[in-house]
């Protein structure tokens, strides 16, 4: 990282809060791992929905379609409003929601039942990303990266977690294996409820110091180049999400297809992909701070590429190796989005949060739909086949600004 982007980040925060609260960071990224693990449970279910209750591809999208669209379509709303409005005790209350749908979930009799618990836990996760990406941008101090990566390695450990859940107790238990899972909730919102007092006396130094900075910052930013990259962010995040919603969601039933094994041996090939996605989302951050955001965004998308189109023609040990290289990959610059994002548009934590994070999720609502059809449609070989393209998008990089280039549009 230059010294320009340095010293932006730190008048961003204060010269006399430079520091990073490593605490607070490991605590929210635990929170976001309770949280994030209760919504991969979702799609973790859909072999067992599929069998219990009858469900078709199409029915099994249209659930994760509630989940991530309800996530998706309140993130921005909810930072919007608490860019202007912070909230800190929402972060319990979302989880409280979360709560309540896993509780519906385990006892839902049919579809329609499990729609309503989805919404309920799609309601949580919405209230809390945008002002859990808040509160690790409090404490990050000059490791902006660093902290969104923290923050948002927990939320992908927890996504990781959900296939071991499944083979350690949905499989052996069933759909009721959920209520085990309103515990999970209600330890969240403990440890939320202590972030929320520390958020709210943070919250107004923070305020304090972007007012003095708002009034000193000159701004050069062309309206134009900040739409325009926007734009590239939207279809980046386009290819990840779909991409990861394919292989989240449906990859299992290609390995059972393909492979000839059982549902608790094919939540290894989604563990394996979402795990390794979890330890990129890591590493994505301290290289991004290290190199730039604009670099680590392009080589996340184009590095795995090859891989990808290779995957749905390997044998079974090989799919293995190239899940766990394609997720490392892929998943590297999902806090670098976020940071990238929230640079273009200094002092909307919560919205740029909100329309990153709830876009991931939105596209990713779409991607079940449509992945979910098609496969109805043409079958699961021609549709990973379509699918193992979407990384090439990541070719729409080299025309995002660098990230010099957005530090001086604010210095």
């Known amino acids: 990282?230059?010294?320009?982007?340095?010293?932006?980040?730190?008048?961003?925060?204060?010269?006399?809060?430079?520091?990073?609260?490593?605490?607070?960071?490991?605590?929210i990224a635990m929170?976001?791992?309770l949280n994030d693990s209760l919504q991969a449970v979702i799609p973790a279910m859909f072999p067992i929905l599929e069998s219990s209750l009858g469900l078709t591809f199409t029915q099994l999208g249209l659930i994760a379609f509630t989940l991530n669209m309800v996530a998706s379509v309140m993130q921005p709303v909810i930072g919007i409003y608490t860019d202007k409005r912070p909230l800190p005790y929402a972060l319990p209350i979302g989880l409280t929601s979360s709560m309540l749908g896993m509780l519906g979930l385990a006892f839902a009799p049919n579809f329609e039942m499990i729609l309503i618990s989805v919404f309920f836990i799609g309601i949580g996760s919405a209230t809390f990303h945008p002002e859990g990406s808040r509160v690790a941008f409090l404490a990050a101090g000059p490791r902006r990266g660093l902290s969104q990566s923290i923050f948002q390695v927990g939320g992908n450990t927890g996504q990781a977690l959900a296939p071991i859940i499944t083979a350690l107790i949905l499989v052996p238990l069933g759909q009721f294996g959920a209520i085990w899972f309103t515990l999970v909730a209600g330890l969240a919102v403990l440890f939320l409820l202590y972030i929320a007092k520390w958020y709210s006396t943070q919250m107004n130094?923070?305020?304090?110091?972007?007012?003095?900075?708002?009034?000193?910052?000159?701004?050069?930013?062309?309206?134009?180049?900040?739409?325009?990259?926007?734009?590239?962010?939207?279809?980046?995040?386009?290819?990840r999400s779909w991409y990861q919603s394919a292989i989240s969601n449906f990859y299992a039933f290609y390995a059972i297809d393909l492979y000839d094994i059982s549902i608790a041996k094919a939540q290894l090939y989604i563990f394996t992909f979402l795990f390794m996605g979890a330890v990129g989302t890591?590493?994505?951050g301290p290289l991004a701070d290290r190199f730039g955001k604009r670099k680590v965004i392009l080589f996340s998308l184009i590095a795995p590429a090859p891989l990808a189109i290779l995957l749905p023609f390997v044998s079974q040990f090989v799919a293995i190796a190239?899940?766990?290289?394609?997720?490392?990959?892929?998943?590297?610059?999902?806090?670098v989005t976020v940071v990238y994002a929230q640079e273009l548009i200094?002092?909307?934590?919560?919205t740029m949060s909100g329309l990153i994070v709830g876009l991931a999720f939105g596209m990713g609502a779409i991607g079940s739909v449509a992945l979910g059809s098609l496969i109805d449609w043409i079958g699961l070989f021609p549709?990973?086949?379509?699918?193992?393209?979407l990384p090439l998008l990541g070719l729409l990089t080299f025309y995002l600004?660098?990230?010099?280039k957005v530090a001086e549009w604010y210095a």
């Open 1 to 27: 990282m230059n010294s320009t982007v340095k010293s932006r980040s730190k008048k961003l925060i204060g010269k006399e809060d430079n520091q990073t609260v490593y605490s607070i960071l490991f605590i």
């Open 31 to 33: 929170c976001h791992l």
């Open 205 to 239: 130094t923070y305020t304090q110091h972007h007012k003095k900075e708002a009034i000193s910052r000159n701004n050069h930013a062309p309206k134009k180049a900040i739409i325009s990259a926007l734009t590239i962010l939207i279809f980046l995040v386009f290819a």
């Open 282 to 284: 890591f590493f994505g």
């Open 322 to 335: 190239l899940l766990c290289i394609i997720g490392l990959l892929l998943m590297s610059s999902f806090s």
């Open 346 to 350: 200094p002092g909307k934590i919560g």
């Open 383 to 389: 549709t990973m086949i379509f699918v193992s393209l």
């Open 401 to 404: 600004p660098k990230d010099e």
